[in-house]
């Protein structure tokens, strides 16, 4: 396993991180564990959560039961500020960060968060007064690091320079939806957190499963994958997408490698990626994940993406 840096920080983790996502929502505590034990022994020290993940917390109270003893070896990261459901559920505000703060403390059973995100921007708060809040949870030592999650190019710029002018604690990091067949943030938001040098840690890096090779054109979703539990996702299932995940098995088959070490090992190999999110459903699955992160060639990196681009369309001169 790999272990990089954060950013400019000196906070780090492992080159594949556990998404918990899956906690309390698609496995139980029981599940939870395994999974837990399966990543900790493949090397993996980085895990996040949210406040949200597995409704009402649920996913913060499995993994901090399933860490127990290796708090102190891993970094725990969690989220606040999803859109709220009422006036005083969610989002940025001082009241709101605070509060969010303690409860997730307490589902954890832990003393502090390592990497504590804004998990969307929220329209209704200045960001002056998040940024403030959370520069108090760090002053009071409840959090380490700070980071943010969806934010645009123009968002991680104003946030940097607001905390900078204040004198405050600033994000390290940003989490943002990140794969071979989602690079829109490529445009805009990986440009401005390179120039800021922030860390950019993806989440969706198999684009739900798409590119483990699991699913097949033309053919229905498994039951207990993702698409079949979540029918929304199903929109992503474009006959481009396969397409393209079928091109990226040819070029697997030429070099010896699996679609997932492909799509994980070159969001890897991106400039200023420390971590990858990956969420795992069983023991098993986290120790392929773990694993599947190795070291491609400058000439690999660019098979992959002219696999993912397709063949050139050819002009009307021939």
Request: with cysteine.
């Amino acid at each position: 396993m790999r272990y990089s840096t954060v950013g400019g920080s000196g906070l780090k983790v492992s080159a594949v991180g556990l998404g918990c996502n899956n906690f309390g929502m698609r496995i139980d505590a029981d599940e939870a564990d395994r999974v837990v034990g399966a990543a900790l022994d493949a090397g993996v020290t980085f895990f996040d959560t949210a406040d949200v993940y597995g409704g009402g917390g649920r996913s913060e109270e499995m993994l901090g039961k399933a860490l127990g003893t290796h708090r102190e070896d891993v970094v725990v990261a969690s989220k606040f500020g999803a859109p709220a459901r009422g006036p005083y559920g969610g989002g940025g505000s001082r009241r709101h960060v605070m509060r969010a703060c303690e409860a997730s403390l307490r589902r954890l059973g832990m003393d502090h968060i390592d990497l504590y995100y804004l998990h969307f921007p929220d329209p209704d708060t200045p960001i002056e007064e998040t940024l403030s809040a959370l520069d108090d949870l760090v002053r009071q030592g409840k959090v380490r690091y700070l980071a943010n999650s969806n934010l645009t190019g123009w968002q991680l710029v104003d946030a940097d320079h607001i905390a900078r002018a204040s004198g405050g604690a600033r994000f390290i990091a940003t989490q943002q939806e990140w794969s071979l067949l989602n690079r829109e943030i490529e445009r805009e938001v990986v440009p401005a957190a390179r120039h800021l040098n922030l860390g950019v840690i993806p989440y969706f890096p198999l684009a739900s499963g798409l590119l483990t090779g699991k699913y097949r054109r033309g053919e229905g979703f498994p039951d207990g994958t993702r698409f079949a539990a979540i029918p929304r996702l199903a929109g992503a299932a474009t006959e481009d997408n396969f397409a393209a995940v079928e091109r990226l098995e040819a070029y697997g088959r030429q070099i010896g490698r699996s679609v997932l070490e492909l799509a994980l090992s070159w969001l890897a190999a991106q400039p200023g990626v420390p971590s990858v999110l990956v969420g795992a459903t069983s023991a098993a699955q986290a120790a392929a994940n773990a694993a599947a992160v190795v070291e491609l060639s400058g000439e690999e990196l660019l098979g992959v993406e002219r696999a993912i681009a397709g063949p050139v369309a050819e002009t009307a001169e021939g």
